[in-house]
């Protein structure tokens, strides 16, 4: 195979890829489209609670098709600088607000006073896909803890978990486990996003986890570009 004929097949491949993205999201938009339609159709007012939580859903998924169209430029859409952690993690939880009721999961935030040298942006919308996921697989009345330790900001929740058989393959492209399958809102690009944001802004994201016991996930950042607030 010549260089013009691996080129040609090459494009091929990525616009198929595209054309299969494009056919799993608008599946799963469809998915909060057809509730409302039904509310409505059964009813005379649609609780407005239901209305925002299938709203932020939409909203969700259109952001992971467009940070998905994003990553092939990613180095031309970065500007590093030193953040406020607590601060990034605290706007994320309250873009997740309506999800964060809906589910009835409560976040515990203790995070002290660090500065991390990352890319706003990029690193909130790593970590919104991590809470994401938290909140997804918790159980109601539940919490989700968000604390930083050792260079390493955790995120546990304490719901389903995942199973050993399905970790070593969490962070593929499109790959839902037994989770997914179960879950209307799954499809298996969150993890990998953020495994790709994650290598770019030098992060190292591992996740441990057992089944009726919850997730862990450990966000590590690089300890040359930490700052620490004294008080």
Not at 25 to 53: F, G, I, Q, R, Y
Not at 134 to 150: C, E, G, M, V, W
Request: hydrophobic share 40%; proline share 3%.
């Amino acid at each position: 195979m010549n260089k013009a004929q691996a080129d040609n097949r090459q494009l091929i491949e990525a616009f198929k890829e595209r054309q299969d993205y494009l056919t799993l999201w608008s599946h799963e938009m469809k998915t909060p489209l057809t509730t409302l339609t039904l509310a409505a159709e059964n009813n005379t007012v649609v609780p407005s609670d239901l209305v925002s939580e299938k709203a932020d859903l939409l909203t969700y998924h259109i952001e992971q098709l467009l940070t998905i169209d994003r990553l092939a430029d990613f180095n031309k859409d970065l500007y590093f600088e030193y953040i406020s952690l607590s601060t990034c993690v605290t706007d994320v939880v309250k873009q997740n607000t309506s999800y964060f009721l809906s589910h009835k999961v409560v976040p515990i935030i203790t995070l002290p006073e660090v500065m991390v040298l990352s890319d706003q942006k990029w690193l909130c919308v790593m970590l919104r896909q991590l809470i994401s996921n938290a909140i997804k697989y918790s159980p109601q009345n539940s919490r989700i803890a968000l604390t930083f330790d050792d260079h390493t900001l955790w995120i546990k929740d304490f719901g389903v978990g995942i199973s050993q058989s399905d970790l070593p393959r969490i962070f593929d492209q499109g790959f839902t486990g037994k989770n997914g399958r179960l879950n209307n809102e799954a499809t298996g690009m969150g993890l990998y996003i953020v495994q790709r944001i994650a290598a770019i802004l030098d992060i190292q994201v591992t996740i441990q986890s057992h089944q009726q016991k919850g997730t862990s996930v450990a966000v590590q950042f690089n300890p040359k570009k930490l700052k620490y607030n004294k008080l």
